[in-house]
């Protein structure tokens, strides 16, 4: 094969180290590991005697079969290698020959596999086809808002600003549909003009409101995690502050169903703190206070006079003890006083000078609440307000939105972290602004710029600055506004927006090159930190280093211990395991009444931090279907029936080896996206690990499907399996549902949100036995997680899903032999995660690229 | 971690956010002069469409919740459209057509609601991929706005319910770009649509500001453009030959982009916008969220700033609950009635529900002066869903209802009923002849529908 190298890219030192071979490690490593060819013989007789039974062109004209295969010739496998993977793929699932019919022994079956594996594989490695990424790879809205923060130092919650992405293979960073509309257009302009005014801290020509809701379904009962002790609900926003400024920060509470704030006998205190300064609070006044000891209730019309908050001090400033000021009102609540009580909270808007930067607002609630209360009184986990003729449950006050508003009377930019970042030069003159925009295209590219690269952004600064130069002398003012209106244009430059690879110039169609070391950093940068790289990347790019091996290495393991290594946690497992559906599951309230959404982001944040332990330790990838710990709190902890964990915060919970719970599939998470809102689903359940722990996704329902009883013919209710039977006397769905069911059913001890129960919804205990697709019989969870550690495919699967995300493409079948280098590489290392990544990292999808 | 995020999602029984999210100051926002500058001899015609998701509550064994009993000027409402009965008089329904593009052909039995929305609108068999090359047809919302649209700041919006970030909610070997629109510009370039009312506010009415303001940003917006035209250009040298035409594809879009700004500039100066307060996000419960997304169109219509929507009442496949109407069955699970009577009625108090908000709408259209009518009278609605039995995923007798005047082109208090396997896209073609825009062909179509004008016009 030829290698070509990247010409017209800027690294000068790369063609010295090209190497003849692709991703070196793969190919001397699939060398030495591809078993040596078995006789075409033997293995045609396998073919004949256990695949041509049935797959004949005779077979398939008639219907029965979707492929045809006798007329494959053994002798050349790679002419048609696009079907023999898909054999291949039949073959170490399980799934072919199909339950019931004939199989060859095991050393057979799997060693046919493995010749067809080796004869594929040696022919691609004779010929590597890397396969060819989008020469346009539009950042998608997470990674928008990550390069923002990388470049700006400025976190900005970017889905009020951009429109989410659509999923093709699974992820929403696939470069093919990653279009460009018009609208999107609009939206990118219109956000740059916000960031950058965030960003260089200008005055905005009016405050802008920013509006948090919280979730209606969140028991505010309890200290949510992250929030100080002492407190109860409330909620916790990381706002950036864009100036020096006053900000007004309005919360506001929830009513019941008949729109009116409960009645609460003990006052309800709401503290509003910045960065962990108390900045003011607002009281609810109970209604047990006595009569005469408070003021008298306001008037229908005389709404509550100013906020009780004192005028608090400026965060940074000496802490002042503000003043709590209570409005008590007597015992008696007649209409007009209820209607005057729900107006409480209208007036509460508390204005504080605040310093520019990003910073934590905390509003929450004073725990006032005695235990004694609180057990006895909380009939479920979940809060549900009163309406007519359902009590309140709720126990406090509980907050259902913040609105803050600003910046109102700036005084100046002031010096926000993205000042600090942006603003690396102090002169406020030309040579500055050249400096400062230099170095932010180079982040903002993620390459070394030209002259005809700033050009246009010095152009834009000049124009900026003069406008404004016209409309006061002020040199700094004007100065900012020039590197605000040049960093508006940064920000929609095509070259920031997108990724763009270009092949080598007068190449050839269909041609492998190497991937260049400075294109080579953003694909590592935006694989593991779904964002732009960083200087030590870009340098190492910029002299030719990245891509030799051992620094390459090196520096995947250095991104991976990043912070910013928590976005392949979020996106990509996020994404592979379904976490994201966890927000639109709405288990019914009559079967799950406990079910809130402090039990659902539980439930998110135990499979983030369980996998995000596995990648950071650098465990073995089957440690996510066994490991023996994972990570609760005590609410968790409660649903799961694990003893002595108490309190809000995570903490890692070493569970008995071997449980049912271990691992992936014992997690609330997961077992609650596979399931249905009223029950569990045992063809969903088993779908899910078809496709995302098999890599073999079963063939869509037809239409018309018949009708699954609830009940028998006497009306008495059917137990899961006994519906799920129904399906097996279908042929028509019998064929792929014998595949799904015995699956999922194997996980019925788990409940629609994950619980553990021995008794399903007939009442009769639960059957929970399994069977693979091969056809081998297991029982339970634990028989589940056994088949599937012993299965041929779970790191395969893993590794596909990976490299999906990766590259941001669908794998083809020319992929598949990179995808069983990697794995053949990791299984030396335990299939440890790094070896996977890296493994990645060093595989010829990823490091070359074929010329369009 | 409990950091509330700004974009919200929708669970939840609370009522009572309607009154914190009303858009307040809604006379003062129409632009002085806009709605009655019209005049009789030439007047503004909209064009929207509205889809339910998942088909409606009907098999083809005798249980119909849809379709009216009886033809022509004679004809009982259907359950599902009796709130729509006010309306009667500006309410066609059509019953009969299909939509063959739809179905599945070589493509397997995968993919009927990914193809019943992908071809809604555009009458053609969408590629089945999840690559680059997805590839449909141009759809008729976007053949009007080419004409209709061409005035006004926006050519078209494209408004949505659903979140379209879920993993594994689209089926198999279709890319989700083919669920989450039925919008499409070119046959390689779907439109996005948005479900956060804030955002559609801000691209209605910018983020406030004097109109000097906006025409100042308007013009630093145009010299932007301008530049990253430049920049397009520069890049598109430094590519291979087939990566160029990739690059002609964006930028037909910045230039779109620059059109609009220069519609923006042409007209800015002249209205006065006070400044506003804008929806400030997604409200949790979906009628709230519904209505709020049908103020926005009317606003929009109103001020003039657009002419042509089409609006998803949910994703195909969606699994949302309406516990606030007693269905707490995910909305595709229930879709699926197995012919059971009781589903089928549960179902049917869904489409009626989705009915009682539209009449809302109308009702909204039917009271807003517009020239020398309402702005229903000037507007031609397409209300219905890409599957009929949904049991069925069946792409035929589609259930479709056309509502508005169209300007003294349609007349209504009609149940019109078209001869089995009538191509969908027929009436598409009619109804752009309805509105004024020109066009001969629409994906399948085979020509217009016989659908006479009022008499007397």
New interface residues.
């Given amino acids: 094969m030829r290698i070509l190298a990247p010409k ?1 890219l800027v690294c000068a030192g790369l063609a010295a180290w090209i190497a003849a071979v692709p991703a070196n490690h793969s190919t001397s490593a699939a060398a030495a590991q591809v078993p040596a060819p078995s006789p075409v013989a033997a293995n045609r007789a396998t073919f004949e005697r256990y695949c041509l039974t049935c797959h004949t062109t005779r077979q398939k004209e008639r219907g029965v079969v979707p492929v045809a295969l006798d007329t494959l010739d053994l002798s050349r496998i790679a002419a048609d290698a696009a079907v023999w993977e898909k054999v291949v793929l039949k073959l170490r699932a399980g799934v072919m020959p199909p339950a019931g019919a004939p199989r060859p022994d095991k050393a057979t079956h799997d060693g046919f596999a493995s010749w067809l594996e080796g004869e594929l594989d040696r022919s691609w490695t004779a010929n590597p086809d890397p396969g060819r990424t ?3 790879h539009r950042l998608n809205r997470v990674e928008y808002r990550n390069a923002v923060r990388d470049l700006l130092d400025l976190d900005l ?1 970017v ?3 951009l ?8 992820f ?1 960073n ?4 990653l ?9 990118y ?2 956000a ?3 960031v950058s005014r965030l960003a260089v801290g200008t005055t905005p ?2 405050p ?11 028991s505010q009962d309890v200290q ?4 100080p002790l002492g407190t109860r609900g409330g ?4 706002y950036a502050f864009p100036m020096d400024a006053v900000y007004e920060i309005r919360p506001r509470l ?2 019941d ?1 008949n ?1 009116s704030l409960p009645l609460y006998t003990e006052p309800q205190v709401l503290e509003i703190s910045i960065d962990g300064q108390r900045i003011g609070t607002f009281t609810l006044p109970g209604i047990g206070a006595r009569e005469g000891r408070g003021a008298p209730p306001p008037e229908l019309d005389d709404p509550p006079s100013d906020p009780p908050a004192t005028p608090p001090p400026s965060p940074g400033q000496a802490p002042a003890r503000p003043a709590i000021s209570q409005i008590v009102q007597t015992v008696r609540a007649s209409a007009k006083e209820r209607q005057s009580r729900n107006r409480a909270d209208e007036r509460w808007n508390l204005r504080v000078p605040v310093k520019a930067g990003q910073r934590e607002v905390v509003i929450t609630f004073l725990n006032r609440v005695s235990a004694l209360d609180e057990s006895a009184r909380l009939p479920f986990q979940r809060p549900y ?1 009163a309406g007519v003729n359902i009590p309140e449950t709720r126990l406090g006050a509980y907050l259902r ?3 803050i508003v600003g910046p109102i009377d700036a005084t100046g930019p002031g010096q926000s972290d993205s000042r600090r970042r942006i603003f690396t030069c102090s002169t406020k003159d030309d040579v500055c602004a050249r400096k400062i925009l230099s170095t932010l295209a180079r982040r903002a590219y993620r390459r070394p710029v030209t002259t ?1 690269d700033l050009e ?1 952004l010095l ?2 600064y000049r ?1 900026g600055s003069s406008t404004f130069a016209g409309a006061t002398a002020d040199k700094k003012a004007s100065f900012d506004e020039g590197i605000e ?1 040049a960093l ?2 940064l920000l ?4 920031f927006l997108f990724r ?1 690879e ?2 080598p ?1 007068s ?1 050839p ?1 269909g041609r492998a090159y190497r991937v260049g070391d400075i294109d080579l950093a953003s694909r590592l940068s935006f694989f593991l930190w779904s964002s732009i790289p960083d200087d030590t990347l870009l340098d190492l790019a910029e002299r030719g280093q990245l891509s030799t091996p051992s620094v390459l290495s090196r520096e995947v393991r250095r991104m991976l211990a990043d912070p910013r290594a928590d976005a392949f946690v979020t996106n990509f497992a ?3 395991l ?4 966890l ?2 599951a ?1 288990p ?3 079967i799950f009444p406990d079910f809130d ?1 402090g039990l659902r ?1 539980s439930f998110r ?1 135990e499979t983030e931090l369980f996998f995000d332990s596995i990648v950071r330790e650098d465990r073995s990838a089957f440690d996510l279907l066994r490991a023996d710990y994972t990570f609760l709190n005590e609410r968790l902890a409660k649903h799961y029936g694990v003893p002595n964990v108490k309190g809000s915060y995570f903490r890692r919970v070493t569970l008995e080896n071997g449980a049912a719970r271990n691992g992936l599939l014992g997690q609330g998470a997961i077992l609650t996206v596979t399931s ?3 029950r569990t689903s045992p063809v969903v359940r088993g779908k ?1 690990i078809l ?2 722990l098999l890599g073999t ?1 079963p ?9 699954l009883k609830p009940t028998n013919k006497e009306g008495a209710v059917l137990s899961m399996r006994q519906r799920m039977e129904q399906h097996r006397a279908n042929p028509v769905c019998a064929s792929c549902h014998a595949m799904m069911d015995p699956l999922g059913l194997s996980l019925e001890n788990f409940d629609a949100v994950g619980k553990w129960r021995t008794l399903g919804e007939s009442s009769a205990a639960i059957d929970a036995k399994g069977r693979a697709p091969d056809g081998t019989v297991f029982e339970g969870p634990t028989g589940l997680r056994d088949m599937l550690l012993r299965s041929d495919r779970f790191v395969p699967t893993l590794t596909e899903k990976m490299l999906t995300y990766a590259l941001g ?2 794998l083809e079948y020319s992929d598949m032999p990179a995808v069983r280098a990697i794995v053949r590489d990791a299984a030396k290392n335990d299939y440890r995660v790094s070896s996977l990544i890296v493994g990645i990292a060093n595989s010829a999808p990823f490091r070359m690229r074929k ?2 | ?9 929708r ?6 956010m309607g009154a ?1 999210l009303a858009l307040p100051l809604l006379d003062s926002m129409v632009p002085a002069g806009v709605a009655l500058a019209q005049t009789a001899a030439r007047p503004i015609r909209r064009l929207g469409f509205v889809y339910m998701p998942n088909g409606v509550a009907r098999n083809f064994t005798g249980i119909n919740y849809w379709t009216p009993v009886g033809e022509g000027a004679n004809f009982e409402l259907s359950q599902i459209l009796t709130p729509l009965a006010p309306y009667r008089d500006r309410l066609t329904v059509i019953s009969g057509l299909a939509q063959h593009q739809a179905d599945a052909f070589d493509d ?5 609601h990914t193809r019943g929305t992908s071809s809604w609108l555009s009458g053609v068999h969408c590629k089945r991929t ?5 590839k449909n047809g141009t759809t008729v919302d976007q053949i009007a706005a080419a004409e209709i649209g061409k005035a006004t700041a926006l050519p078209s919006l ?1 408004l949505a319910i659903d ?10 070997s279709y ?3 083919y669920l ?1 629109t039925l919008s499409w ?1 070119s046959e ?7 479900n ?1 009312p ?2 559609v506010f ?2 209605l009415f910018g ?4 109109s000097a ?1 906006r025409l100042t ?1 308007a013009r ?2 145009a ?3 301008d ?2 035209l ?3 250009n ?2 598109s040298q ?3 030959a ?2 160029r035409v ?2 002609g ?2 930028v037909d ?2 230039r ?2 620059e059109r ?1 700004i220069q519609r923006v500039e042409k007209g800015g100066g002249t209205s006065e916008l006070p ?1 506003l ?2 929806p ?2 997604i409200p ?1 419960r979906f009628d709230e969220h519904v209505k709020l997304m049908y103020d926005l169109q009317w606003l929009a219509f109103r001020a003039d700033l657009t002419r042509v929507t089409t609006f998803m009442l949910g994703r195909e496949l969606n ?3 309406y ?1 606030e109407i007693g269905i ?3 909305h595709h ?1 229930l879709s ?1 009635h ?3 009577p009781n589903q089928l009625a549960k179902y049917a108090r869904l489409g009626t529900y989705q009915a009682e908000l539209f009449a809302w709408f109308l009702e909204k259209l039917h009271s807003t002066p517009d020239g020398d009518g309402s702005l229903l009278d000037h507007s031609l609605f397409l209300y219905g869903a890409g599957l009929s039995n949904p ?3 069946a792409h035929y007798d589609l259930p479709l209802a056309m509502v508005g005047g169209a300007a003294g082109r349609m007349k209504g208090g009609r149940h019109l009923v078209f001869p089995a396997e009538t191509p969908m896209t027929n009436l598409l073609l009619t109804m752009l002849d309805k509105v004024g825009v020109q066009a001969e062909k629409l994906g399948d179509s085979t020509g217009k529908l016989p659908i006479e004008p009022l008499s007397g016009v």
């Fill in positions: 017209g989008e020469p346009f919650d889905s009020a600003l429109p989410g992405d659509d999923v093709s293979y699974g929403d696939i470069a093919g549909v279009k460009l509309s018009p609208t999107l257009m609009e939206r302009l219109s740059a003009q916000k020509r009016t802008s409101i920013d509006y948090y809701r919280v979730t209606d379904d969140l949510l995690p992250g929030l909620t916790r926003i990381s929830t009513r169903l729109e307000p939105s913040v609105e005809a246009p152009s834009f124009e209106r508006r244009r929609v430059s095509p070259e763009v270009r092949d110039a190449t169609t996020g994404q592979w379904f976490l994201r559906n927000d639109a709405v019914v309230q009559s959404d982001q944040r249905y809102p009223d899910w496709e995302n996704p063939p869509p329902p037809l239409p018309n499907v018949p009708p493409r669908g010329t369009g | 971690m409990f950091i509330t995020q700004r974009h919200l999602s669970r939840t029984v609370l009522r009572g914190a397997g039995a995968n993919g009927d999840e690559g680059a090359d997805v494209e979140l379209n970030f879920l993993a594994g909610q689209c089926e198999n890319s989700c770009a989450n510009r390689t370039a779907p439109m996005p649509t948005e956060n804030r955002i801000e691209r983020d406030g500001g004097t303001e940003q630093v917006n010299s932007i453009i530049s990253v430049d920049d397009l520069r890049l430094s590519l291979g087939t990566d990739k690059v594809e964006y879009s910045v779109e982009v609009r400044t307060e804008r400030s996000g949790e699994f949302r609950t516990p707490n069955e995910g699970g699926h197995q012919d059971n049991n069925l995923h």
